[in-house]
């Protein structure tokens, strides 16, 4: 791995580049859309019996030749196939993603105006598919249709040029941009993503450093310090150390969610499709920025507050955040048929305080930093790790008490929280210990070899929710 950042700066583009990159968005979702159902047809068209002739491309195919499957072999098999010196097909099938890419110049010719977007960015539309996709196979949900709320955004992969306070995209040309920050010097532009966000367009770099041979993690002894963290709503992170971590509930404080309700309000009280609408909607949106930007920022303080510790693991939970924001299961009364109370009322702040703390994207960047400085992040399962009892191993519901920690077989108290973070530390160490008396040091060398990247933006949602049919048409 070589040094890889995003470097993030606000675009500053005149009224015809905003205007052709907010064209641009829209053409790329529903090229996006259309390349997303012709996978599925094609993928539903391998159970007619026989063959069946491609109506695209006219050519005939068989159930052989199905567009999606798990090893990505798909297409026409006798097209474009290179042997080997065996005289055997090396590459005899191309995925899905080729073969659509290829297909590019007939979609410039049906539709003219898609000349207008940079081919490469047509390219890098399409691998996106491949990526949700690959996410998909990998045990996350089935792609989805994207609207205008969930695409926002395009990639360059080539072309880009930096110039002062100016950065030229091929085919939108020279654009001024907030200089922030300097690139560090070393660093080469591998590709760039334009998003737009409430407030107007961002350009995201990503950025590399070929000089800086790779993180290498420090090799665990039989004895590493460990620091266990528990992730919480009343404190964002208790430590087992003792330290704590405020958590500000950017979102659900009484402050800002009045505000919201407020703000929200007035949208819905305007007449639909009015001007005043729109205007009412953008405060929103703002707001609803704001509060992101500053959860943010408070997460890598977090992050940084936790990995600079004097420690060589971090332990953390293995969070099921989805599973414990779902809701919760329909009563209906089997006599009359009525719909009973489930408690999904109270749930419901539960959940909008769960996504509010953010847990999985400060996960992500505690093992981003963690990374960065040679330590190793351990996930431990965090079954009953608050109604355990440290002195005597007792499990009880019963045993906490907000947050106290009472134990009802021998008396043993602590604080719950801490107590928490302390089990987690020590099912940690027995992980670090249990995998180096098995396997020597290699298990820790791969255990330190873990390398997670945080993403920018929460992927939680964007493929997630999928339903029924979409799991039969994609895993039958
Ligand atoms: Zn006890």
């Known amino acids: 791995m070589k040094l890889l950042t995003n470097y993030i700066y606000k675009l500053r583009p005149n009224q015809t580049q905003s205007l052709r990159m907010a064209n641009w968005v829209d053409m790329l979702r529903s090229q996006y859309n259309w390349c997303l159902g012709d996978r599925i047809i094609q993928y539903n068209q391998q159970f007619i019996q026989g063959n069946y002739c491609d109506l695209r491309t006219r050519s005939e195919a068989c159930p052989l030749t199905s567009f999606v499957s798990k090893s990505g072999a798909t297409g026409n098999p006798w097209k474009d196939s290179k042997f080997d010196k065996e005289g055997k097909a090396r590459n005899p099938r191309r995925s899905a993603g080729d073969i659509q890419i290829t297909a590019l110049p007939e979609l410039k010719a049906a539709r003219p105006w898609y000349a207008d977007v940079d081919s490469t960015v047509l390219q890098q539309n399409i691998k996106r598919l491949d990526t949700a996709y690959k996410n998909f196979f990998e045990g996350r949900g089935f792609p989805k249709f994207k609207n205008r709320s969930n695409f926002t955004s395009f990639t ?183 719909f009973l109370e489930n408690g999904q009322s109270r749930k419901r702040g539960l959940n909008r305080a769960i996504s509010d703390a953010g847990w999985g994207d400060l996960v992500l960047k505690v093992a981003y930093l963690a990374v960065k400085q040679g330590k190793t992040v351990i996930k431990v399962n965090p079954k009953h790790s608050s109604q355990e009892c440290r002195n005597c191993g007792n499990i009880d519901k019963s045993n906490r008490d907000g947050e106290k920690f009472i134990c009802v077989e021998c008396g043993y108290h602590e604080h719950a929280d801490i107590g928490a973070a302390k089990t987690i530390r020590d099912r940690a160490l027995k992980i ?12 820790i060398e791969a255990l330190n070899a873990q390398k997670i990247s945080p993403r920018s933006k929460s992927k939680r949602g964007e493929f997630g929710n999928l339903s029924n049919q979409d799991i039969k048409v994609a895993k039958s």
């Open 432 to 443: 670090v210990r249990g995998d180096s008396a098995k396997l020597g040091p290699r298990a």
């Open 156 to 338: 360059y992969v080539m072309g880009i040029k930096l110039q002062g306070n100016k950065i030229y995209l091929p085919k939108l040309g020279w654009m001024r941009f907030y200089n922030s920050r300097p690139i560090p010097n070393g660093f080469t532009i591998k590709a760039c993503t334009v998003r737009k966000r409430q407030n107007g367009w961002y350009i995201s770099l990503r950025i590399e450093d070929k000089s800086v041979p790779e993180y290498s993690a420090k090799l665990l002894n039989n004895n590493p310090k460990v620091i266990g963290c528990d992730l919480g709503i009343t404190k964002l992170v208790h430590l087992s150390d003792g330290y704590q971590i405020e958590n500000p509930k950017f979102s659900t404080n009484k402050k800002a969610y009045r505000t919201l309700k407020i703000r929200q309000r007035r949208v819905s009280r305007k007449v639909k499709g009015s001007k005043n609408r729109k205007k009412a909607a953008i405060r929103v949106g703002r707001f609803h920025q704001k509060i992101g930007d500053k959860r943010q920022a408070h997460q890598w303080k977090t992050a940084n507050k936790i990995v600079s510790r004097n420690v060589d693991v971090i332990a953390l939970e293995d969070l099921n955040i989805s599973g414990m924001m779902r809701r919760c299961k329909v009563k209906v009364d089997e006599k009359t048929g009525k």
